[in-house]
């Protein structure tokens, strides 16, 4: 039993042709043409989906190999997306949206999202600052064994921190220098953890990926292991496929 159309992103027409493709649920993967848009959509089996790790990899594994067979243009849509029928889809989407979807269709012709996610470990950062900064290092030293008061305390805790922060912009500015210049367009996204120090989208052309993951390999050889770098080079492109961008 249906739970409705479960949605996944839409194409131009004609869409992604004799793609035999699995969505949620084990559920063939269809095509649906509206207005003028093509949409890859499933029988939903739920009226709701969790938004589980093995949900959202099947959600983006369709828009994955869509994108391997060729079908590279693509506005992916929200995990979870689920209407009643088609004319739901033409009423609030497509219709009074039209324009914007196709002006993000030659937005994105040619353009792939990859993106780039940098860790670093602050224990290990701090002690290598300690090491290198022999000003800072003998401050926090002749406070050892001593009875501090509040203002002590606060003065090097200050110090360090903002000597972190420098060596965090630092590494940063670095990624900016070398990978920018390459893109299209830039997203900086906020960090999810607190060893992630920089959380980036770049829009791409296809045929400049190469020297892109070129790239960022030389930057995660020069930072050795210092730094880990997780590179994404096939993913849906949805931090350049927002409608707010046309406002």
Do not use: C
Not at 112 to 126: A, G, I, N, P, R
Not at 196 to 210: C, G, R, S
């Amino acid at each position: 039993m249906s739970n409705g159309i479960y949605l996944y992103g839409i194409f131009p027409p004609p869409g992604p042709q004799n793609l035999e493709l699995e969505g949620l649920d084990k559920q063939p993967i269809q095509l649906q043409t509206i207005d003028g848009f093509a949409f890859l959509y499933s029988d939903a089996q739920q009226e709701r989906y969790l938004a589980s790790r093995k949900n959202l990899l099947g959600h983006e594994k369709v828009l994955e190999q869509a994108m391997q067979a060729g079908y590279r243009t693509l506005l992916p849509l929200q995990f979870g997306l689920i209407v009643e029928n088609w004319e739901t889809v033409s009423q609030q989407l497509t219709s009074p949206y039209g324009d914007r979807l196709k002006k993000l269709f030659n937005r994105l012709e040619g353009q792939q999202e990859v993106s780039v996610k940098v860790f670093w470990t602050q224990d290990t950062e701090l002690q290598m600052l300690l090491n290198e900064n022999q000003e800072l290092r003998e401050k926090r030293n002749s406070l050892e064994g001593k009875p501090l008061n509040m203002d002590q305390v606060v003065s090097i805790g200050q110090a360090i921190e903002r000597a972190i922060e420098s060596r965090k912009q630092s590494i940063i500015n670095v990624f900016r220098q070398e990978l920018t210049s390459l893109a299209t367009e830039v997203v900086e996204n906020d960090t999810l953890t607190e060893s992630m120090i920089y959380n980036t989208a770049y829009l791409i052309p296809w045929e400049v990926e190469p020297e892109f993951s070129a790239q960022v390999e030389a930057l995660d050889q020069f930072f050795n292991e210092r730094l880990k770098i997780r590179y994404n080079n096939l993913t849906a492109p949805y931090n350049f496929a927002q409608l707010n961008w046309l406002d």
